[in-house]
């Protein structure tokens, strides 16, 4: 197990990390975790964007007027 020191600026050094990489803290009853985030990958393109959020189930299947008949009082 190795040990760091925080400097004066609350900064630890991590050997065998590189510059910009980023770390999740997570804090635990006995104290911290640090869990590395995953770069992103290449960077969509527009279309990509697009096709996905069009097959993503976050998006609504209905169309405006027929959400706004189920939460209309009759």
């Not at 990390?17 to 393109?45: C, H, N, T, Y």
């Not at 996905?52 to 009759?74: G, H, N, V, Y």
Request: overall charge positive; cysteine-free; proline content about 5%.
């Amino acid at each position: 197990m190795k040990i760091g020191t925080i400097d004066r600026e609350l900064r630890i050094r991590l050997s065998g990390a590189v510059p910009k990489e980023k770390f999740w803290v997570i804090e635990e009853p006995d104290g911290f975790r640090l869990k590395r985030v995953e770069q992103p990958g290449q960077k969509l393109s527009k279309a990509e964007v697009l096709r996905r959020l069009k097959a993503s189930s976050l998006t609504f299947k209905r169309t405006w007027e027929e959400m706004r008949q189920d939460t209309r009082e009759p």
